[in-house]
């Protein structure tokens, strides 16, 4: 009897799961053939307008009717990002932005409060592309509201506000909703206004340190080296961060100049071999005759990177083929007298 009552609720399990498939299988065609559909529209649309919008965008030449439909807006809008990646004209642009704030706001701030975050996503995209400024609204209330979906639309979301809500990108670069790393910064930082990396510059020791990090890189790539740069990364050579202290050092020793030694004596001595490698690539740039023993000195660091570049900085001086010599001949230090033989072969 069991038996029997088990196999008939088993024969009955497997018939719900055979229909849940077979309407499942049916829906997923229904949908393929649907979104199959919805392209013909697209494709058979832009056929038939392709020259019209030409004019329009081109040679601004009035359109005779506007697209009404759902599926023709959707062909608009393709054909507008498909203008901006082959002709990427700065008048073609304004053109989209104007015709799109005045015939299809209502299409794109409602997928921009759209559920599904592809769609938001998406329309965060071209309001990027085409500066659409009516999107900005609706994009404060959504920084001020909470946390967006995804680390993607936040930082498009703050692309966006960027260029027109200062102090409420400068709150979010401050105070990030997500833990932004270096990756992050970067991008946000190669895309916004120049006078935001004025105003971050002036207010260093206040910024997340992953945010000063990707300043730093940011600085090495695009400053004019000169004496105000170099007070402020000497200013850094304090730092209580060691990865801060080191891009300092780093970009120092790349700019080649140096106010003095005395901000970078405690170098000599750090527990960090990264400090002293960079101590002894900078010292060739001190008009000081001290940097010959500070180099002497780091000849016989204990790591053999920090020896090569203190050998290979006395090579680059006017004394320092000598010093060299006089390493290898008394070999107080095999390590040291090892190396500068080594530096003074390849000359």
């Known amino acids: 009897m069991i038996t ?3 196999l008939i609720l088993s024969i009955v399990a497997i018939v719900v ?3 849940i498939v077979a309407v499942l299988f049916f829906y997923l065609v229904f949908m393929k053939k649907r979104e199959q559909r919805k392209e013909k ?32 807006k959707e062909a608009v809008d393709k054909l507008f990002v498909t203008y901006m990646l082959t002709v990427n004209n700065e008048d073609v642009r304004n053109h989209i932005a104007t015709y799109a704030e005045l015939n299809m706001k ?24 085409f500066n659409f400024s009516f999107v900005v609204p609706i994009i404060e209330k959504q920084l001020k ?27 979010h670069m401050y105070q990030p909703r997500f833990d932004f ?25 206040e910024l997340p340190i992953d945010l000063r990090l990707s300043l730093l890189t940011f600085f090495s790539f695009n400053s004019n080296f000169g004496e105000s740069a170099l007070q402020f990364y000497e200013s850094l050579l304090s730092s209580i961060y060691t990865e801060i202290r080191i891009r300092a050092l780093k970009d120092i020793a790349s700019f080649g100049m140096i106010t003095s030694l005395k901000p970078y004596r405690t170098f000599l001595k750090s527990e960090f071999w ?14 000081d005759p001290q940097a010959y023993e500070l ?7 204990s790591v053999w990177t920090v020896r090569r570049q203190a050998a290979v900085s006395l090579m680059s001086m006017k004394q320092g083929e000598q010093i060299l010599q006089e390493i290898v001949d008394k070999k107080e230090d095999l390590f040291a007298a090892e190396m500068a033989q080594e530096v003074l072969k390849v000359g």
């Open 4 to 6: 029997s009552q088990i």
């Open 106 to 129: 209502s299409y794109y701030l409602k997928q921009l409060q759209s559920k599904h975050l592809v769609r938001r996503i998406n329309v965060l995209h071209r309001a990027l592309l």
């Open 274 to 287: 990264e400090e002293r490698l960079m101590f002894a690539k900078i010292l060739p740039f001190a008009n």
């Open 181 to 205: 790393h270096e990756y992050e910064y970067n991008v946000l930082l190669a895309k916004i206004d120049p006078n935001y990396i004025r105003k971050f510059k002036d207010n260093f020791e």
């Open 145 to 171: 509201a909470g946390t967006p979906e995804s680390i993607e639309e936040y930082m498009l979301l703050l692309q966006i506000i960027a260029k027109n809500n200062p102090n409420l990108f400068l709150a």
């Open 17 to 19: 799961l055979l229909g």
């Open 41 to 72: 529209k697209i494709k058979d649309y832009f056929e038939k307008h392709e020259i019209e919008w030409y004019n329009y965008l081109v040679n601004h030449t009035p359109l005779t009717k506007y697209p009404g439909h759902k599926t023709n």
């Open 295 to 301: 180099l002497r000195i780091l000849m016989t660091d």
